[in-house]
């Protein structure tokens, strides 16, 4: 789908992108050859030249977008570790039987509806109804999805010896980006994905075993640095100097 919505956009397997992107893919791919599910997969990656900062799951697709606010490959390297836990997951599977099951018990309550009721008041009620199901159950459901595939992309970063706690740096950037309105802003009960200070907030308290992982797995010692606090310690003055350095701001 994704594929013929986008074929105008597609980058080229010689563009430097791709070439970025592939390497890490590849770097993930093979720390991570002891899972079952990795060895037997077949990954392709997919670039669409378009500002949309956004990833697909499965066969990967990414839009260049997001390229404009990655500080470094760890981050890269986290972003692609989430979308191939969606994958692994099979997350796409899981919410397509969801949403069949979820039909097929809306069925009769639907048909009670429109026999006990006016057309134009069962049709009210049926929108009402549907707009119900999907802000308590769907959009919490998927929402909790998302973070699985956090959870289990840190692992895949981590076990790739990619520095994890610049997973806490990306979403805090996409924090702030949204309350300096350069972002959408995600409200979290009406939306599919977690809000991004959630993310980055979650995602913060789960680096101590992240790194943990990565001592396990025979990577080198982290840079004592965090990027996590020369992140904080900027003020918003320093983020939109550093913003207008990426070009996300144009004055």
Request: hydrophobic letters at 45%; proline letters at 4%.
């Amino acid at each position: 789908m994704h594929l013929e919505e986008h074929k105008g956009l597609l980058v080229a397997k010689d563009h430097p992108a791709y070439k970025r992107l592939i390497k890490i893919i590849e770097n993930i791919l093979i720390k991570n050859r002891d899972l079952i599910s990795i060895e037997n997969k077949n990954w392709t990656l997919t670039i669409i030249d378009s500002p949309i900062k956004n990833a697909y799951e499965r066969n990967i697709f990414v839009f260049l977008g997001i390229l404009s606010i990655i500080d470094n490959d760890d981050q890269l390297s986290v972003i692609l570790a989430h979308e191939m836990a969606h994958a692994l997951l099979l997350h796409s599977v899981e919410q397509f039987s969801h949403a069949l099951l979820i039909d097929v018990l809306m069925t009769i309550p639907i048909l009670l509806l429109w026999a006990s009721f006016p057309d134009s008041l069962a049709f009210l009620l049926h929108v009402i109804g549907q707009h119900i199901v999907n802000l308590l159950h769907n959009l919490p459901y998927s929402r909790s999805l998302e973070n699985e595939a956090d959870e289990v992309g840190l692992k895949l970063a981590a076990k790739a010896c990619v520095d994890v706690r610049e997973a806490v740096v990306f979403w805090g950037t996409m924090r702030v980006l949204s309350e300096m309105k350069l972002a959408s802003k995600i409200v979290p009960w009406l939306s599919t994905h977690p809000a991004h200070g959630d993310r980055e907030k979650s995602l913060n308290k789960k680096i101590t075993k992240a790194i943990e992982l990565m001592k396990s797995s025979g990577c080198p010692e982290l840079n004592p640095i965090d990027p996590r606090n020369t992140f904080y310690k900027r003020t918003l003055k320093d983020h939109e100097f550093y913003f207008k350095q990426k070009g996300i701001i144009i004055t």
